[in-house]
């Protein structure tokens, strides 16, 4: 091993080695296990909830394959219909040309070749993470086998009535010209303003003020609401007002969706443009007026759609009317202005006001989400069709997935997630599943001149289905699918549905799933959906949702806010300027990016240093307190960088004391002594901890586990006890064989141990410590997982090895607390304790000396006085150090008399606080409670200093 762990020496060189070898691919014939990564998008890099997500899993999955299942993780992308056609197209306009230009055919073509390119850059990364899915397997959403997968589910869900074409409304995104599902809108937060109108009733002079932020879909309003029991207006219920600026007449209904309490308690119904207008739409019958174009600009007329069912209005009541003309063509934004200011020239506008509101925007393009009416795919959830389309029946595919999860075929870790999942599935809303892309799943369907639809495998299928002869001309339908369709198959497409593959016949339903709570409405549920209805069984056993990594503040991660940090960036370093210029790159706010540089500048003087990637995924594993949000500080992931110097070290030690040398493997005598059985002891304890946290998903507790056990009982105190056996002339040659045999033997069991979480390391050092244990290998990956032995726990040892810990760290502490030189020999006086003390006084005296740099031990003898000392106890058996000769009396009393005085001005100060009753009385309970801890704390301390100097001031001068 060389002399200094570098993880830079070590990583890229193993992982290339494991991957050649074909190590990530299922091995033997064990349990099935089966992981589907959720497929990243072909166009992402990796960032840290990647990170963070797919650490866990790995340590899954490696955990599983050392325990001898048959191990798949199965790795793909996803293609990323909105993202990757943006990337393409920017690319063209670099060129300068545009997707018009080259038309759909070459478009398409484009997009391959950039996939072929740079397609590949996040699973690069990921390699870089030490992530081990079998890449033999790598699937991507729009390879020929998943989208035969995607036609054969369409086509079956249209065929049994489950999916149908309509006019609804959806998100709409009016620069990018496409649907877009609620993951891609990002609300936030921006100043507005409320107009309150007036709408003069049709029959009298009176009339009703409404308000609304969006002043411009008054063009498309169909009635005025107010709510059933508000005794102000129940007279005018069922009469008209006119709409100003357009002349036409609408009703006013009564609804419960209208707050009585806000504004005046009136308020404008325009179906086509609201998703809550449109459901009082649909409850009375009103009909839609769209008034925008795709662009939303406003329409040169309007296109009017009626309701799907009666209401009590009279829907030929209201006419439709001629858009005005001098809003036709107009932005949306400059009508609002125009509408404005000719309500305000016609006496119509009652007030305008300041308002925050939440602006919904697409988180590609920017652009504000129009709810737009529009021709869509949906899959049926909630019409309740039966399988020839009839009404009737049940919700065919949402009713199976919300009984798979409350019969407990499905469970969620932790168990509240159910809730989350059943509330939006019993609260669901058609699933629209078109885009207006030309990158992704074309849909399978194709129209004749008379408009009428035909869907089919392809459009062969679709001749020789319908009888349709080749004079038929047929056009195939525009739209692509959601990308979330696609990959709601991805549990059984990727195993090579819809063929009846060994794959599939033996790693479907997987076992797990592992992602965030943030798409069990887009993902988990829709594959529980798609799974249940084509595959007759659920698609895995178990989700564990774990929570999103955020900054050292608890703030999301964000490029507008400029506290991302990279991975890669973690695991390589990064210096200061090439941090500053990644973080304030593309920000179009030369003031935002100047306070992001100063921050930057501010938090990370010097950069990033290269942590290693096993130091950041041993911080994820550390951090994953289940369900819960993590902090990421920088701080634990130099202390895990910290612990693999530690482990590294610690293995240096251990080859450089048992290679070449007997370590039991020739069978000759081995004498274990009591830190060997101690250590071997506590190592079962470990190995039964970290099974445990596995079978919870509490990573946390593994690594905290794992961390223990290395670091303070197999560092700090086993190798400790070990030196003094391996140094010690007296020691027999079966002492020291057995010391070294527990020493090599032991850190190999660890290393795998800690394998899931930290590969690297553990691999490399697994390479030179496996030899020297006796052990046959090549690779760490499929040595046994290391399994807790009941009968090796030893109860006598680990008690004995507790004794012999507080005394030694009671010796620690006096000579701490006494500012005695780490490496000055004290002489030790015993006093007390029993006859068990003695014996294990006799039986540890040399790992007393060693350990604890002690240069005599003796025992008080019976009425002998006991000198001026520091002490302490463990249980009845005092622990003396005679002060007289060890200390400059005059200099020890001077430094405890500075420490003094600055633990009783810091107590003042606590103090202080407590006796504000501002404090007292407005912070947080708990807040004041840690303090009067850290007070209690603080005179405790201060009592034990100046204890501490009166027992010095009494030695002689």
């Known amino acids: 091993m060389e002399k200094t762990y570098d993880p830079r020496s070590i990583e890229q060189t193993l992982y290339q080695w494991w991957e050649e070898r074909g ?13 589907m990564i959720p497929p990243p998008n072909v166009t992402g890099s990796l960032h840290m909830g990647h990170a963070f997500q797919d650490t866990l899993m790995d340590a899954l999955v490696r955990q599983h394959r050392m325990a001898g299942d048959r191990t798949l993780w199965q790795p793909g992308t996803d293609h990323a219909g909105i993202a990757t056609q943006m990337v393409v197209e920017r690319r063209l306009e670099g060129e300068g040309t545009h997707r018009h230009e080259l038309g759909r055919e070459t478009f398409v073509e484009k997009v391959w070749e950039w996939k072929a390119e740079s397609g590949g850059h996040i699973t690069r990364q990921l390699r870089r993470l030490g992530a081990s899915p079998d890449w033999s397997r790598e699937r991507f959403t729009m390879d020929k086998g998943l989208s035969e997968a995607v036609t054969a589910v369409f086509v079956r869900l249209y065929n049994e009535g489950l999916i149908y074409r309509g006019k609804r409304l959806v998100n709409w995104d009016p620069v990018l010209q496409t649907a877009v599902s609620d993951l891609e809108v990002v609300s936030e937060e921006e100043a507005g303003h409320i107009w309150h109108m007036r709408y003069p009733l049709a029959d009298s002079d009176e009339h009703l003020t409404v308000a609304t932020t969006r002043p411009e879909t008054l063009l498309g309003d169909t009635a005025v609401a107010v709510h059933p029991d508000d005794e102000r207006y129940a007279h005018l219920v069922g009469r008209f007002v006119e709409l100003p600026l357009v002349g036409r007449r609408i009703p006013v209904v009564a609804d419960e969706y209208v707050d009585p309490e806000f504004g005046s308690g009136c308020v404008k119904i325009t179906p086509a443009h609201d998703f809550n207008d449109a459901a009082v739409g649909a409850r009375h019958g009103l009909p839609r007026l769209n008034a925008f174009t795709p662009a939303a600009t406003i329409r040169d007329a309007f296109e009017r759609v009626e309701a799907e069912q009666a209401g009590e209005v009279d829907a030929a009541a209201i006419e439709t009317g001629p858009v005005p003309e001098r809003y036709r063509g107009l932005d949306r934004y400059a009508a609002r202005e125009a509408l404005v200011a000719d309500l305000e020239a016609a006496g119509l506008l009652a007030e305008t006001e300041d308002h925050t509101l939440t602006v919904p925007r697409g988180d590609r393009s920017g652009a504000v989400i129009e709810p737009f009416l529009t021709d869509q795919w949906f899959v049926d959830l909630t019409r309740q069709t039966t399988a020839d389309g009839q009404p009737g029946g049940h919700a065919r595919i949402t009713e199976p997935a919300i009984n798979a999860v409350r019969n407990g075929d499905i469970q969620f870790v932790p168990g509240n997630w159910d809730r989350t999942y059943y509330n939006w599935l019993e609260n669901i809303q058609d699933w629209c599943i078109s885009r207006q892309l030309w990158w ?109 990594v955020r900054d050292a503040h608890g703030q999301k991660m964000s490029k507008s806010k400029g506290n991302v940090l990279d991975p890669i960036d973690l695991i390589d370093g990064i210096d200061l300027d090439a941090l500053v210029e990644k973080r304030t790159y593309g920000l ?186 006796g052990i046959q290998g090549e690779t760490i990956q499929y040595r046994p997982w290391p399994e807790p032995d009941a009968d090796r726990r030893d109860a006598d040892a680990e008690a004995d090895l507790e004794w012999l810990q507080r005394v030694i760290l009671g010796i620690r502490q006096i000579r701490s607390g006494m500012d005695i030189a780490p490496g000055k020999p004290l002489p030790v006086v015993l006093a007390d304790g029993d006859a068990t003390d003695r014996e294990r006084m006799d039986r540890h005296a040399a790992a007393i000396r060693g350990v604890a740099r002690v240069e005599s031990l003796t025992w008080l003898a019976e009425g002998e006085e006991q000198p001026e000392s520091a002490t302490a106890l463990v249980g009845d058996l005092k622990i003396l150090v005679p002060m007289a000769g060890l200390i400059d009396r005059d200099a020890e009393l001077a430094r405890l008399d500075k420490a003094i005085e600055k633990a009783d001005k810091d107590l003042g100060r606590a103090r202080g606080k407590l006796e504000n009753p501002n404090f007292v009385e407005k912070a947080p309970a708990e807040v004041v409670e840690k303090e009067r801890e850290k007070v209690a704390e603080m005179e405790n301390n201060l009592a034990g200093l100046r204890e501490q100097r009166d027992r010095v001031a009494r030695l002689a001068g």
């Not at 990530?24 to 089966?34: A, E, S, Y």
Request: glycine share 6%; net charge negative.
């Open 440 to 548: 992704g799943h074309r849909i399978p369907a194709w129209y004749d001149a008379a408009g009428n639809l035909y869907v089919g495998h392809d459009e062969a299928a679709v001749r020789a289905e319908n009888g349709l002869g080749e004079d038929v001309v047929l056009s195939r339908d525009e739209d692509v699918l959601d990308t979330w369709f696609s990959s709601a198959l991805w549990p059984f497409s990727t195993l090579g549905w819809p063929e009846e593959t060994p794959e599939l016949a033996t790693f479907y339903p997987t076992s797990v799933l592992v992602t965030g709570f943030d798409i069990i409405f887009f993902w988990v549920a829709r594959m529980i959906m798609m799974g249940v209805y084509f595959m007759g069984d659920v698609p895995f056993r178990e989700i564990y949702i774990h929570g999103l």
């Open 588 to 773: 179009m706010q030369p003031e935002k990016a100047a306070a992001i540089e100063r921050a930057t500048r501010e938090e990370f003087p010097d950069g990033i240093p290269a942590f290693g990637t096993d130091a950041l995924r041993f911080t994820f594993a550390a951090l994953a307190s289940r369900g819960r949000d993590i902090n990421f500080d920088l701080g634990r992931v130099q202390g895990y960088r910290n612990f693999c110097n530690k482990l590294w070290n610690a293995a240096r030690f251990v080859l450089m004391n048992t290679e070449d040398r007997d370590c039991g493997a020739a069978g000759g005598e081995v004498e274990l002594s009591p830190a060997d059985r101690w250590i071997i002891s506590r190592l079962q304890a470990t190995e039964t901890a970290v099974d445990e946290a596995l079978a919870a998903y509490r990573f946390d507790h593994m690594a905290e586990a794992v961390y223990d056990f290395i670091w303070h009982e197999y560092c700090d105190w086993y190798l400790e006890l070990a030196k003094v056996v391996l140094n010690d002339p007296e020691a027999s040659e079966a002492a020291r064989r057995g010391t070294r045999r527990t020493l090599v033997r032991v850190l190999e069991t660890t290393l795998r141990l800690a394998h899931p979480l930290m590969p690297f390391i553990t691999e490399s050092i697994w390479q030179s410590v496996a030899p020297v244990a």
């Open 23 to 35: 190590d990530f691919q299922p091995h033997g014939d064990g349990d099935p296990f089966c992981i």
